[in-house]
């Protein structure tokens, strides 16, 4: 028997929030990046408050068990500003880039690969060479057809491998899929792996006493925003829902680097919402709509939402809104701190790739 949906609405029985669903969902534009679980989004949107009763009971509870290591449960969520944080770091990296043109002569160049016309990918290549631009980065582009061969692929890789004015190297996800994914990223050279993909960066990030050169950009800037906020990692219990290459993977492994505890949580978890409850800091990149309930969180606990959902939504002139992996109503409500979707995680993602860059070409012209 299939488990139940849970409605993006946030309004399911607690018995519906125990399910991960690894399902199917409909793409609408314009298109949104996902990460980890799939699922249907077909119910309709209401813009009703999602917090249940058992979420009021759940904390009342908690403060009765736990009242000597908390002063409140009413008090919302502090928010965790990811657009002011990556605003500070593209003013810091422009700053860094004049320093390294008028020191050096260099400026730093992001190479990306775009192959086939998918309309989201096209939105998120623009946006990067907007973003290059802002800072002061040259952006180069290779457009290639969606029936293009691997070795097409590799080629235009290997020529940017080789060009000295490229120093990271960015291959746009999804490939079609008669191309394979895992042999293009291990193409890249690891000294221009910006996206942080490269085996031998994941090999590194994994073990101890070892550095990647680079860090994948969506973790690296999770990370970046507890450290900016002052949010204590070391020695706490964290828990992330998700195990993607892209995301969950790596930020367990740069939370465990920081001396966190961590606990993964993914489609095969038994009583997930139980595992969450442990963590001081949770961060959730799981791809489903408001999954993750008030009732699952620690109270005080700081979440991070990855996610960004679209959900149907009549009131909106494009026809839906977007919502994160979090049920923002509920959390806020139990968490000292959270990412708004959007507005959190999303905008430090093309930040750290900026960061990556500079890093990059400062690194190969040795410029401190």
């Known amino acids: 028997m299939a488990p139940p949906l849970l409605s993006p609405d946030c309004s399911t029985s607690a018995t519906t929030a125990r399910h991960l669903i690894p399902l199917k969902r409909k793409l609408l534009p314009p298109a949104i990046q996902f990460v980890g679980f799939e699922r249907s989004l077909s119910s309709p949107w209401s813009p009703s408050l999602c917090l249940s009763p058992s979420v009021s009971k759940y904390r009342t509870a908690v403060s009765a068990a736990d009242s000597g290591s908390m002063t409140t449960l009413d008090t919302t969520a502090k928010i965790i500003d990811g657009k002011l944080i990556s605003k500070q770091i593209k003013d810091e990296v422009s700053a860094e880039v004049t320093r390294l043109r008028e020191a050096t002569g260099v400026v730093p160049g992001l190479a990306v690969i775009l192959v086939g016309s998918r309309k989201d990918s096209q939105t998120y290549v623009r946006n990067k060479k907007k973003a290059c631009e802002a800072v002061g980065i040259k952006s180069y582009e290779a ?15 290997e020529e ?8 990271g190297i960015l291959v746009q996800l999804p490939l079609p899929r008669h191309i394979n994914e895992e042999k293009i990223l291990a193409g890249v050279s690891i000294e221009k792996d910006v996206d942080g993909f490269h085996p031998l960066n994941i090999g590194r990030l994994a073990m101890q006493g070892r550095d990647p050169l680079f860090i994948p950009c969506t973790p690296k800037g999770c990370m970046e925003l507890l450290h900016r906020y002052k949010i204590d990692i070391k020695g706490k219990r964290a828990v992330v829902i ?6 969950g993977m790596p930020a367990a492994l ?18 997930p919402e139980e595992i969450t409850r442990q963590g001081d800091i949770v961060i959730c990149a799981a791809g489903v709509a408001n999954l993750v309930r008030g009732s699952w969180l620690k109270p005080g606990a700081v979440v991070i939402d990855v996610g960004i959902n679209p959900v149907d939504d009549t009131d909106s002139p494009r026809g839906y809104r977007l919502v994160g992996d979090v049920c923002y109503e509920e959390a806020s409500k139990v968490a000292s701190y959270i990412t708004p979707v959007p507005g959190g995680v999303g905008p430090m993602t093309i930040a750290m ?3 990556n860059t500079l890093l990059s070409a400062k690194r190969i012209h040795n410029f401190k």
């Open 353 to 355: 790739l900026l960061s």
């Open 254 to 271: 740069l939370l465990q680097k920081a001396n966190a505890t961590v606990s993964m949580v993914h489609s095969y978890t038994k009583s």
């Open 160 to 167: 940017f491998n080789k060009e000295p004015s490229v120093h």
């Open 143 to 157: 457009n290639l057809p969606e029936d293009c061969t691997e070795s097409e692929v590799l080629r235009h890789i």
């Open 242 to 247: 998700g195990r993607s290459n892209i995301v």
